[in-house]
Structures are given as structure tokens and as C-alpha cells.
């Protein structure tokens, strides 16, 4: 018996020339096509997200401005819908596509494996991702304590949630099989470059970790569809139970790759192999570790032995501070070997990297001074500072890798420069938000700041001042977005066409000829054979 | 823009047992999630001296009747394993066939049990886990007899010969995780009750 698994070559290009644009990015298959999609999609959702920010940080500035939400409640409902999309829809989509694209490249697989299954993957999410805002817009968010919101929105803010964890975790099983069964020969996992390697880390932990989340969510799920919530599904206790994912430690995991995008660009921008490769694996492990988060959940404490007083989580979290300062001292070291070769404008991904490594240090910081127990800082602000410190600095990464890859994944190059901007506008508004937020946090500033504890804490006076810092900063990170939205928009539609190899780069995604790999950058490798 | 660096020659990890692997560790860490908050809260209650389930409410038998069942049906999968890689197609179709039918089996016990128990959904935390996990567990192995439905019907089409081994070895993987995971539900739940 004869099986046709796969058509004629010829018959799938005239039947793909056919197709138009929506048939084929629908039914597109390829890992560029997939990547672009949860590029796009992921800056898109960021813009909204940040906006939710900025709106957020209007209400702590001006407390009467509360009305924009309608009341308290609401006001609380997209407060987690911030912080669940700037992670959930935003960072973490915008990481995948980039590893979509990059990944199979780097490793010199010829494209993703299981690619039906990675591009269902992307569409479970998509739809997801709709059905999660929606379901928020439909008065379905994880409402305010001891306050309530529309049963059926909350029910289908969960299917969202758990369509949206499906769909990342169905793509990131596609990328790893990849890395672990698609490397070209001598591509031993100690050869893979640093972005592949921290996607590895990053999605076996997202692997081990979002189903816990999904769990919160379905257990949350059948309570309320039960015929009277009696516990998980309360409307005013589901935000409790999956808040876990969006503090420290589990943060630390989504923006774990910013190392890898860190490592690859910098020695290529400084023309210099980077020195102790091995250990920067060893450290990016460990801090991949130290990110697992899915214990660390308060909801479910014992009573008199709450799990973010116990040693684990206050040492992972004062762990953190040490692995993200040897890490960027490692990136300093490689700056240092290639000092003369550096111009007087460096890259702008080179810069942008430092950047986003500089704010991990920060959140990094913010963590563990959170999780000194004397401070009481748990349920203070510092929350807050540490989350937009830390996704700053993966957002920040993933602009500085759309600079520096981009041209790979889309064949036309960007404006640097206002690619620059945007990141510096999210930096500096990160850094000036988180910072505001840490000392309010010392002040005794709540988490979520409701109209009623605003009122209560006017008498201080520091408070108020910090406040519009804070907003001021928020308001930057949108800037931001906005730029970084707007540039790749632009280089879509008018950018010129790109060279094969602008950066000469070390590694294999810069290559289509067959290479020897040998070592973790191949092409230096052979730049260095054709030099000597 | 196809990367033609050298041609993958070295030995791999097959793919589709990678990717049945890791897909099973997905689901494994889904109900590690589940059994963490169920433990967790039947410690607090019992350290706090309430109730946890009614006296007779969890009954051993239907459990441990469903715990055989998948026993037998990993010696039915280790047999379709076997077969396969042996290229002997009827013993293919016989023990997958078999191990269908065993999934066929737990999925009707379990059904009949969560409609037999007495409690409703929403009569205390203990019973809305129980149903939650019991219920997922149910999917999980619904799933797991849909893939060997399909893997069956290939084997019928002349696909499962030693040269498709990987698609019965990654449903292997999946359902012994199945079964690991029903184990824990046993002995966490219908005998430590």
C-alpha cells in the first residue's frame, strides 16, 4: 500500500500561490511565519497592556480618577488584567516567536519540528488571548476581595487562561523537542548558543511550571460552574490563587532567555568570543532554578507557617541578587576584551542588552529586599516594582533581539536609533516607576492601592511625592511600546531589504552554508581558520 | 531561509518520543499541581481535627478495581511496544486493541462512580478536588484511548510496522503517566482517604 504523507513540491508552491494573504498566515506552517505571528500578536497586546499601566498609575496619582474603571471593583479587574497580559499575552509571545525563528537557526535544525503542532499551538493562543479579554471586559476579571463580578465572564476569563497556558505550552514542547532532537551534528548541548540554551531552561520550567497555574485555574473553573461556588471559585479569591505566577520567584522564569539574548549579542558587537562559556551555563541554570516558582503559592499556607517566610523562598530570592551580578560582571568582562573594537556609537542591541540586564539586577534587588520578612514588604508595592522592573527588562531584551535578529526574521532592517529610544523609554520608565514604587513600598504603600487606602494614607507626605514618579514612569513604558510597535510596523512596510550577515555574527542562524561546528560559535571558528 | 549546515547524522533523541515526553511531564505537573493543593488542604483539616470526607463516602472497591484495570492495560502496552518494534502487526492490533478496551473500561468505572458517590460537587472542598482530579484524570486517559484509537485504525492501514515504532513508544510514555498518575490517585486518595 502506497501513503502520499507529503505533496509534490511543485504542487504545494502553485497551491501556496493561490492562497491569499489571511489563507496563508492561517494556514502557514513555517517557523518564521508562526514567529512573526506571535511577534506581532505579543507587541500588539504589549501596547495594550501598558496602557492598562498607564491608566492604573492615573487612578494612584489622582485618586478620583478611579471612575475611568466605574468603581473599585473594576478598578481591581484590569489591575490583574495588566499584570496577567503584560505577562501572559505580551512578554512571553513575544520570546516565543523570537525563539520560533531563531532557535531552529542557532541550532542548524532546518525548521521546527512538529510544526502542525506548533502552529495549533499559536492559534489555541490566540484565541485565548481574546477570549481572556473579553471575558475581563465582560465584568468577568478576578474581582476585588469581598467585592463580586458576572459569573459566566469569570467562567470564560478562565477557558481564556486556560486556552492562552495550552497554547504556550503546546509551542514550547515543539521548540524544545527541537533543541533536544533537531541539532545538526557536533551540536552538543554545551555547543548551543546562549539564546537556545536559556530557551531550553526557560521552556522546560514553563513546562513545569503553567500547568500548575492551569490547575489553579480549572480547579477555580469547576468550583464556579459547580451549582454555588464554595471556595476556589469565588470570584474574590481566583486572583489570589494564581497571583503566584506574576511575583517572585515564578517572574523570574518568564524573562529567563533576556541572559541567552544578552549573551549572543554582546561578544559578536564587542568581535570577541566570550570567555567561560560554560559557567555563563552553569549561572543561567541556576538562576532558571532558582525562578521555579510553583510551591510559592500564600493562598494555600498552613496556617502559622506561611510558605514566603520559609527559608527556600527567602534564600531563592536573596539567591537572585549574586547570580544576575556574576552574570552581567561575565558581560562586562566581554565589553572589556573588545573594548578597541567598539566605535564610538556601539550597537544599539549591544546597549539595549546591558540595559536589560542592569534592570534584572534591579528587580532582582527589589526581590530580595521584598522577601527580607522585618521589612513587610509582601503585600507592599515593591510587588509591583519588582514585576515592572523584571519584565521591563525582558521587554527591553526582546526589542534589543528584534534589532539584532530582526533583519533575520523579517529581511529588512529597522531605524536603529528609534529602536534605541524605545528601549531607553521603557528602561527609564521602569527604573523610575520600580524605583518610586520600592520606596513607597518601605512607606507602607499597598500593592493594589484602593481609593479608600489612598484617602487613608494622604497624610504622608512622601507618598504623594513618589506617586506621580511612578505614574510619570508608566507612562514612558507605554511611550515605549508605542515606539517599539511602530518601528517594526515600519520596517515591515518600507524597511530596506537587509544583508545576509550585518553584525557578522558567531553563530549558525548568520550561515546557509554547511558549517563544521566544533565550538559554540562556528562562524568565529571559521573566521578565525580564514585568518590564520 | 533554510539553515543547510551539516546534516543531522549524530543519534538523537527520536522526536515523537521527545515530544510525547515532554507533553507528559505537562500533564503530570498539571495534577502534581492538583494533588499539591489536595494534600495540602486535607493536612491542614486533618491537623485542625475537621472533617475531611463523610465516614464511608470514599469507597475502596471501584478505586481499586479501576487501579487493576490500568494495571493490566501496562502490560497490554508494553505488549503493543513489543510487537511493534518485532514488526508482528497482529499482535500489534491485539494489544492495542486491548489497551483501548482496558481505557474503555476505567473511563465507564469512573463515570459510574462519580455518579454513584453520594456527594455533590459543591458539598465541601474535599469533594469539589475530588471531582476536579478524578474528573481530569478521566480526560487524560479519554485522550489516551482517542491516540490509540487512531494509532489502531493506522495499524489496520498497514502504518504501524517497525518503521512507525516511535508513534506506539510516545503513546507508551503518555500512558504510563496516565497510569503513574492514577496510582498516586489510589493510594493519596480512595486508601489514605
Known sequence: MTTTDIAPDSVAVTSEQDQTYVERLVTSTSNLSLGKSWIFSGCVYLVFSTFLGFLLDIVRFDSDSYLIFSNVDKFFQFWSLHRTSIVLLAVVPMIIGLAMCIVPLQIGANSIVFPRAAAFGFWVWFLGSGITVVGFLADGGFGAPELGSQREAVALTLVGLLLVIAGICMSVICLLTTIISGRCTGMNLRRIPLFSWTMLLAGTLWILTLPVLAANSILAYVDLKGRSAIYFGSEDLIWDQISWAFTNPQIYVFVLPVIGIAYDIVPVAAKVRQRNHDLILILSSLFGIIGFGAYAQPFFDTPGTPVREEALYVLTALLAVPLTFFLLVGLLDTLKLGARNLTKHPPAPMILSLLSLLLLISGAIVGALRAIEPFELLSRSSTSAQMKLTIAAGLVAVIAAMLWWGERIIGKSAKQGFGLISGILITAGALLSGLSDSVNGFLGLDDFTTVDFLQKVSAEQLVKILIPFSFIGSMLIFAGAVVFLLVELLRTKNGPVSEADPWNGHTLEWTEEIVTVESERPLLDEAEKAGT | ?193
Request: aromatic residues 12%; hydrophobic residues 50%; glycine residues 8%.
Open chain 2, 1 to 193: 531561509m533554510s539553515n543547510t549546515a551539516s546534516p543531522p547524522a549524530e543519534s538523537r533523541p527520536r522526536t515523537l518520543v521527545t515530544g510525547a515526553v515532554l507533553g507528559s511531564i505537562t500533564c503530570v505537573m498539571f495534577f502534581a499541581g492538583l494533588f499539591a493543593i489536595y494534600f495540602s488542604m486535607r493536612a491542614d483539616a486533618n491537623a485542625w481535627g475537621s472533617e475531611w470526607f463523610p465516614e464511608g463516602a470514599i469507597q475502596l472497591v471501584p478505586g481499586g478495581m479501576n487501579m487493576a484495570t490500568l494495571s493490566l492495560s501496562v502490560i497490554t502496552m508494553a505488549w503493543a511496544v513489543r510487537s511493534v518494534s518485532n514488526n508482528d502487526r497482529i499482535h500489534t492490533y491485539l494489544a492495542l486493541g486491548l489497551t483501548a478496551l482496558l481505557g474503555i473500561a476505567v473511563i465507564n468505572q469512573t463515570v459510574f462512580y462519580l455518579n454513584d458517590i453520594g456527594l455533590p460537587i459543591d458539598y465541601s472542598k474535599s469533594s469539589t478536588l475530588l471531582f476536579t482530579i478524578v474528573g481530569a484524570h478521566m480526560t487524560m486517559i479519554a485522550i489516551g484511548v482517542i491516540w490509540n484509537l487512531l494509532l489502531l485504525l493506522r495499524a489496520f492501514g498497514g502504518q504501524d510496522t517497525k518503521r512507525h515504532q516511535d508513534l506506539v513508544s510516545a503513546l507508551s510514555f503518555y500512558w504510563y503517566a496516565g497510569v503513574a498518575v492514577y496510582s498516586i490517585i489510589w493510594i493519596g486518595i480512595y486508601i489514605a482517604k
